[in-house]
């Protein structure tokens, strides 16, 4: 199996923190967003959609998107398990991760990439639309998202340890790549919001956190 | 278990043909969306982001988010398997689920609120943020984000008969409600996609669709 990563961006980080955490260690191939290399002909042949990251398995089959990556990887190294213990906390680890996800990470992306200037004109990441112009609101949408994202996790955190529960799952890590995400546009967690800056913290300390 | 459920909107719709595949009947609680019920405190007691589908497990829990929800019943009742009968399949379903649910959902709901009187004030659904201003240019956006949907269609089922192979999947469940979201907006499939027509007028005809 290799990993086709790109070592800045937030996406690949969730992987190489999954992998890290299962304590595997597979062959990277690195590929240059910010140099365009995503969207260049020899790696739209790998994934159409000039996403990263990308799991290539032995027989060539081609994973893209991060979750389904790590639910692979979750399936061939179960322990330790970052996707739930049983059927209940699985379910809510999907739930949790998909907030983390969407009012996190994806609120990140739209603050970062409607006010960069190397997106002026790709106001969506990946291959496959004509020119799409940045959208300034995007970014005031993107901040208030961001808020949200910081009250619910506050709020998660009030419950348990981590953010879907007593252990330490893909929740925390889409959390964690999201904040560090958000940094990169200034955005940083409120002072108030206590438990939070404690966990972010303890989740940092973790080896994996520099993978 | 029972599940707060909303006849009209898409996810829930989603949610519905998950259970219907499963010859499974829950108690409904239905939520009107339209009337602001949704952001009501009696619902937001329930749900507090105020989104829907929700299921409630007997002992109390509630789940959100249609995908957390289905793997939540898919680990219940696993015949037949709608997210993949083994490691390599459940992450290629995964995996293109998510590409319906992103280019197609998505891209359909940001069309639909951003031009839609009723959402002027709230671009975003759900509960947490402040007002938030329609913004005009995301119906753009999401029309060119669909045309990259019908293209993924259309490719992936040049392979197989359905959108993850040949099993009927949760990928076809979420590109089926997409595609009669988009409906709504006027959106709909490109004449030249055959094989998505035949796809569509078959997946269409299942029991399950009428959920």
Same mark, same amino acid.
């Given at each position: 199996? +290799?990993?086709?990563?790109?070592?800045?961006?937030?996406?690949?980080?969730?992987?190489?923190?999954?992998?890290?955490? +299962?304590?595997?260690? /597979? !062959? +990277?191939?690195?590929?240059?967003?910010?140099?365009? !290399?995503?969207?260049?002909?020899?790696?739209?042949?790998?994934?159409?959609?000039?996403?990263?990251?990308?799991? !290539?398995?032995?027989?060539?089959?081609?994973?893209?998107?991060?979750?389904? *990556?790590?639910?692979?990887?979750?399936?061939?190294?179960?322990?330790?398990?970052?996707?739930?213990?049983?059927?209940?906390?699985?379910?809510?680890?999907?739930?949790?991760?998909? +907030?983390?996800?969407?009012?996190?990470? *994806?609120?990140?992306?739209?603050?970062?990439?409607?006010?960069?200037?190397?997106? =002026?004109?790709?106001? /969506?990441?990946?291959?496959?639309?004509?020119? /799409?112009?940045?959208?300034?609101?995007?970014? !005031?949408?993107?901040?208030?998202?961001?808020?949200?994202?910081?009250? %619910?996790?506050?709020?998660?955190?009030?419950?348990?340890?981590?953010? #879907?529960?007593? #252990?330490?799952?893909?929740?925390?890590?889409? =959390?964690?790549?999201?904040?560090?995400?958000?940094? %990169?546009?200034?955005?940083?967690?409120?002072?108030?919001?206590?438990?939070? /800056? #404690? %966990?972010?913290?303890?989740?940092?300390?973790?080896?994996?956190?520099?993978?």
């Amino acid at each position: 199996m +290799k990993l086709y990563d790109c070592s800045v961006a937030p996406n690949p980080r969730r992987a190489r923190i999954f992998l890290a955490e +299962k304590n595997l260690s /597979l !062959e +990277k191939v690195e590929v240059d967003i910010l140099g365009g !290399e995503n969207l260049a002909p020899t790696f739209l042949a790998i994934n159409p959609r000039g996403l990263l990251p990308v799991l !290539e398995l032995d027989d060539g089959t081609r994973i893209d998107e991060v979750m389904a *990556i790590c639910r692979y990887i979750e399936e061939l190294q179960p322990e330790p398990a970052l996707l739930g213990r049983d059927a209940r906390e699985r379910a809510v680890v999907t739930s949790r991760q998909r +907030k983390m996800e969407f009012d996190g990470m *994806i609120a990140a992306s739209e603050v970062f990439r409607n006010q960069h200037p190397q997106f =002026a004109q790709r106001s /969506l990441p990946g291959a496959g639309t004509d020119v /799409l112009p940045a959208i300034p609101a995007l970014v !005031e949408r993107g901040r208030q998202t961001l808020a949200r994202f910081f009250d %619910w996790l506050e709020t998660y955190l009030a419950d348990a340890a981590y953010v #879907a529960g007593d #252990a330490f799952t893909m929740a925390d890590i889409t =959390a964690l790549c999201a904040i560090d995400f958000a940094g %990169w546009v200034d955005i940083t967690i409120p002072p108030a919001n206590t438990r939070t /800056l #404690a %966990w972010y913290e303890r989740v940092s300390e973790r080896p994996s956190a520099q993978a």
